[in-house]
């Protein structure tokens, strides 16, 4: 099994900063993707950004230019730096792991951005 944690979330004004990370412990692949997702009230869940165990990153439109994920593989942790924050942003950011065994979401953490 794997587990994931994530924190950093919290509340933030408009153009601000957020600093999103997800500790993976448990069973982990040396072939993996962690991804950041959200899922504002009302809406499907969606992706913001991705990371492959390599290192290459992928990331929503809505995200780009504004959002980076990066990855420490040796602590196991994803990084998500969220810059220039838009009321739009809120919402439940979850992160997810993937390997050709095992597809985990963590518990989530609240992003709420104010005008």
């Known amino acids: 099994q794997v587990q994931l944690v994530e924190s950093g979330g919290g509340l933030v004004q408009a153009g601000g900063s957020l600093r999103l990370s997800c500790a993976v412990s448990?069973?982990?692949?040396?072939?993996?993707?962690v991804g950041w997702y959200r899922q504002a009230p009302g809406e499907q869940r969606e992706l913001v950004a991705r990371?492959?165990?390599?290192?290459?990153?992928n990331y929503a439109d809505s995200g780009k230019g504004r959002f980076t994920v990066s990855r420490d593989n040796a602590k196991n942790t994803v990084i998500l730096q969220m810059n220039s924050l838009k009321p739009e942003d809120t919402a439940v950011y979850y992160c997810?792991?993937?390997?050709?065994?095992?597809?985990?979401w963590g518990q989530g953490t609240q992003v709420t951005v104010s005008s």
């Open positions: 997810r792991y993937s390997d050709r065994r095992y597809d985990y």
């Open positions: 448990g069973s982990i692949s040396s072939i993996n993707v």
């Open positions: 990371i492959t165990s390599g290192g290459n990153p």
